[in-house]
């Protein structure tokens, strides 16, 4: 059974740094390319980033180019997000995905001072 | 603004077919497959459609998928209250180097 768990959302203020986490079961996680997709408040599903099973190749939407960095370790079985510059527009439920087909319950980051 | 077009809202009663249509252009739909997912009110997304109208395991085939030059369809026969939610279509969209998703169909059953 496929298991994605996201954690290490929070409340922080804009200009901070937050990393997310995202720990994966119930299948060979190195065999696949994974995704994060981001929610707000009301509002429809925004694609954030992409990564190759190996890690070798990274994609990004241009609202998170140079600020987030997407990364993964296959002897973990865990993807990672680590969110820098945080804007207040960037607070949403973050889910991790696998090749968009399974995803995780999606974790909760707030940007507010 | 998203890149992928879809209609903000649709309805229909039970037992009735709706169709949601999802517009996009020659960089996305045109020459990548569409995928669709259905939210339902506070859980994640789930997969309903890929590779254009290919359903997954365990997904009924009261919905199918079509595809047509940079256009896309989600069709929901048999329409049951269970069904209302949010449904989004989504593409790779190879000028941009990135996923793409519609701004999703809220579906009522009325």
């Known amino acids: 059974q496929v298991q994605l768990v996201e954690s290490g959302g929070g409340v922080v203020q804009p200009g901070g740094s937050l990393r997310l986490s995202c720990v994966a079961s119930g299948f060979t996680f190195s065999t696949y390319g994974m995704h994060w997709v981001r929610q707000a408040q009301g509002k429809g599903l925004e694609w954030v980033a992409f990564?190759?099973?190996?890690?070798?190749?990274?994609y990004y939407a241009d609202s998170v180019k140079g600020r987030f960095t997407i990364s993964r370790d296959n002897s973990k079985n865990t993807l990672y997000l680590q969110m820098n510059s945080l804007r207040v527009e960037d607070t949403a439920v973050y889910y991790c995905?696998?090749?968009?087909?399974?995803w995780g319950q999606g974790t909760l980051v707030t940007v507010s001072s | 603004q998203s890149v992928l077009t879809q209609p903000p809202s649709a309805s229909g009663t039970p037992g009735q077919r709706v169709a949601i249509s999802c517009s996009g252009s020659s960089s996305n739909i045109g020459s990548n497959n569409v995928y669709w997912y259905q939210q339902l009110p506070g859980t994640a997304p789930k997969l309903l459609i890929y590779r254009n109208n290919q359903r997954p395991s365990g997904v009924p085939d009261q919905f199918s998928g079509s595809k047509s030059g940079t256009s896309a369809s989600l069709a929901i026969s048999g329409l049951r209250s269970e069904d209302e939610a949010d449904y989004y279509c989504?593409?790779?969209?190879?000028?941009?180097?990135?996923?793409?998703f519609g701004g999703g169909t809220k579906l009522t059953v009325l």
């Open positions: 990564i190759r099973d190996d890690g070798s190749n990274k």
């Open positions: 989504a593409a790779w969209d190879d000028s941009l180097s990135a996923w793409v």
């Open positions: 995905a696998r090749d968009l087909w399974w």
